[in-house]
């Protein structure tokens, strides 16, 4: 009933930018809190930014003054740039939508994860 699609990311030079994309679809009412995270080998999943549907936004210290999240409710997307990457930036990068749906005729409240996609930052 909902899909959570990420596109984008690759390889980068250290310096460089990147911009990642998460699109949920389905029979979405509305979507609340849309969140990116990201897991490097052997880390735990970290939590980088969170935008509300009003569209205030919170990032981890890591990441702050270098990416940015933002959103598009009309096409229920969720946007991360990313600049100034640095070889630590490294990870699978992971788009998490909380949202209500329509499961037959029942409102219902749920998260879903997008599919995960590699950042790569090197020289």
């Known amino acids: 009933q909902v899909q959570v699609v990420q596109s984008g990311g690759g390889l980068v030079q250290p310096g460089g930018s990147l911009r990642l994309s998460c699109a949920a679809s389905?029979?979405?009412?509305?979507?609340?809190?849309m969140d990116w995270y990201r897991q490097a080998p052997g880390k735990q999943r970290e939590l980088l930014a969170t935008?509300?549907?009003?569209?205030?936004?919170n990032y981890t210290d890591s990441v702050k003054g270098r990416f940015t999240i933002s959103r598009d409710n009309a096409k229920n997307t969720v946007y991360l740039q990313m600049n100034s990457l640095k070889p630590e930036d490294t990870a699978v990068y992971y788009c998490?939508?909380?949202?209500?749906?329509?499961?037959?005729?029942?409102?219902?409240?749920?998260?879903?994860w997008g599919q995960g996609t590699q950042v790569t930052v090197s020289s």
């Open positions: 935008i509300t549907s009003g569209g205030t936004t």
């Open positions: 998490y939508a909380d949202l209500f749906f329509l499961s037959g005729i029942r409102l219902t409240s749920a998260g879903y």
């Open positions: 389905g029979t979405i009412v509305s979507v609340k809190t």
